[in-house]
């Protein structure tokens, strides 16, 4: 298992169900899942940032990424891959050492060269086959929480990664 040093995510189709919703007066929504947030959690446990990269450019993103503490927020991005290969220069890491979970046709050259890549279930089957995870979770339903648990397990870092919690969540409450 390669060590991965920073995860990447698109939002749209991972963290929400891809769907935008709009009301009478053009407000968007978009219902995030919040077993997401563990995700972030775990990894910040760890140590390792979290990125996000996407084509979208919402306050509703922002808002989302200001209240996990995500560092690295990019909206409104075309190019996923000269983003995250500037992201990983300053870092002073490889795309080997990177994780990304995507589920679009703007995702797939940035999946097909990271050292980790992972779909949401409800992807398209011509993403899926570019990947070398399938998350068993849908968009929306806590994909990225998957696919970062997954990681742990297989690293055998998530009994680690929880007993973590147990103890940060046990200092604050003496």
Not at 68 to 73: F, S
Request: with cysteine; net charge negative.
């Amino acid at each position: 298992m390669k060590q991965i040093k920073l995860f990447i995510t698109d939002i749209d189709g991972v963290w929400t169900d891809g769907g935008m919703y709009y009301d009478n007066t053009g407000n968007e929504w978009k219902k995030f899942n919040t077993a997401d947030s563990a995700g972030v959690l775990f990894l910040e446990l760890l140590g390792i940032p979290t990125a996000i990269i996407t084509g979208e450019d919402t306050e509703i993103v922002r808002r989302r990424a200001e209240k996990l503490n995500i560092k690295y927020l990019f909206m409104g991005v075309k190019d996923k891959v000269k983003v995250a290969r500037e992201l990983c220069e300053r870092l002073s890491i490889s795309f080997s050492n990177v994780a990304y979970i995507g589920d679009a046709i703007n995702d797939l050259s940035l999946l097909q060269i990271v050292g980790l890549s992972a779909a949401p279930a409800n992807a398209p089957k011509y993403i899926k086959e570019h990947v070398q995870w399938n998350i068993n979770v849908k968009g929306g339903d806590g994909a990225f929480a998957a696919f970062v648990e997954e990681y742990l397990q297989q690293s055998d870092q998530l009994d680690e990664t929880i007993k973590k919690y147990q103890e940060e969540t046990n200092r604050f409450r003496q």
